[in-house]
Each structure stands twice: as structure tokens, then as C-alpha cells.
């Protein structure tokens, strides 16, 4: 059974600093391409940062030079570093595994942890 489990969500204020955690089970960890999306209320859900298994990194626009996505491979863990905190990154913020094949593709995500910067 795949688990994808987050943590280190909570309420700041603006200018502060998260840092979310998502452990994974179930999966091979190292083998997958791992992310953090995140969804406002009335939004869709959008791409914050992954992290492939070679370790290259993507961050939107939006979250560059702020926050930085990192993994540990003997942990299962995958992280989201979060500096400088605005109240628009306020959402809640999914963790994603997602793993090519020769043929098909997997994906799981995670609960969900909720993140509120407030002003």
C-alpha cells in the first residue's frame, strides 16, 4: 500500500519560514520523481516544485529564489524548504510521486498539509 504522508504545515506570518515534510511508503522512493503542488481555495492545483531521481530540480516562477524542494533517498523523505513567506502561497500543499515505465506511468499523492501566511 502506497502512503505519501506530509507534515510541517501550519499558520505564519508573512516573511516567516515552513518546512514540509513527506514521507513516502510503498513505493521504491529513489526511483520516482517527487513533488509538491499546492491548491488555493477556488484555484486549481499547481506545480510548486519536483525533484527528479537523477536530483534536478523545477520550481515555478512564482516560488523561485524562495523556496527550494530537496529529497534523502535513505529516508523516503522528500522536503519543501519555504523562506519568505507571502500570503499568496496560503493553500494546501500535496506531495506527489510519479514514476515512469517502458509502458505507463504511476502517481500518488498524497493528504495534504495546509499552509496560512498571514499579513
Known amino acids: 500500500q502506497v502512503q505519501l504522508v506530509e507534515s510541517g504545515g501550519g499558520l505564519v506570518q508573512a516573511g516567516g519560514s515552513l518546512r514540509l515534510s513527506c514521507a513516502a511508503s510503498g513505493i521504491i522512493f529513489s526511483a520516482n520523481t517527487m513533488g509538491w503542488y499546492r491548491q488555493a481555495p477556488g484555484k486549481q492545483r499547481e506545480l510548486v516544485a519536483t525533484?527528479?531521481?537523477?536530483?534536478?530540480?523545477n520550481h515555478a516562477n512564482s516560488v523561485k529564489g524562495r523556496f527550494t524542494i530537496s529529497r534523502d533517498n535513505a529516508k523516503n523523505t522528500v522536503y519543501l524548504q519555504m523562506n519568505s513567506l507571502k500570503p499568496e502561497d496560503t493553500a494546501v500543499y500535496y506531495c506527489?510521486?510519479?514514476?515512469?515505465?517502458?509502458?505507463?506511468?504511476?502517481?500518488?499523492w498524497g493528504q495534504g498539509t495546509q499552509v496560512t501566511v498571514s499579513s
Open positions: 506527489n510521486a510519479r514514476r515512469t515505465y517502458v509502458i505507463g506511468w504511476s502517481e500518488y
Open positions: 525533484i527528479t531521481s537523477g536530483g534536478s530540480t
